[in-house]
């Protein structure tokens, strides 16, 4: 088993910057795969960026465009989701995932765990 912990989640205005972290804990090894998902209101969960653990490989989703960032620090076994330049449609619940596997999947349904999600709200 895994275990995942979003945090950095919060209130901010449009055009400002957010840092999400994920520390997991628990039957971690080299071999997986950690991503992000996001809620928006009345929407389904949708794909935002994916790391893989071993290789630091990355994969985003279109709408991030260069804004999104995603790093990860092996010795804490934490992901970080550098977000810039926010907009109002970012406004979700963010939810980190993971599973083990080497290719990143875009899938939820590839995603064995799940962290409780941190909300992030963009002001107009």
């Known amino acids: 088993q895994v275990q995942l912990v979003e945090s950095g989640g919060g209130l901010v205005q449009a055009g400002g910057s957010l840092r999400l972290s994920c520390v997991a804990s628990g039957r971690t090894s080299s071999n997986y795969v950690m991503g992000w998902f996001r809620q928006a209101p009345g929407k389904g969960r949708e794909f935002v960026l994916a790391?893989?653990?071993?290789?630091?490989?990355?994969d985003y989703a279109g709408f991030v465009k260069g804004r999104f960032t995603l790093s990860r620090d092996i010795a804490k076994k934490t992901v970080y989701l550098e977000m810039n330049s926010l907009k109002p449609e970012d406004t979700a619940v963010y939810y980190c995932?993971?599973?083990?596997?080497?290719?990143?999947?875009?899938?939820?349904?590839?995603?064995?765990?799940w962290g409780q999600g941190t909300r992030v709200t963009v002001s107009s």
């Open positions: 790391i893989t653990w071993r290789s630091g490989g990355t």
């Open positions: 995932a993971a599973y083990y596997g080497i290719g990143i999947g875009r899938n939820e349904n590839h995603y064995d765990y």
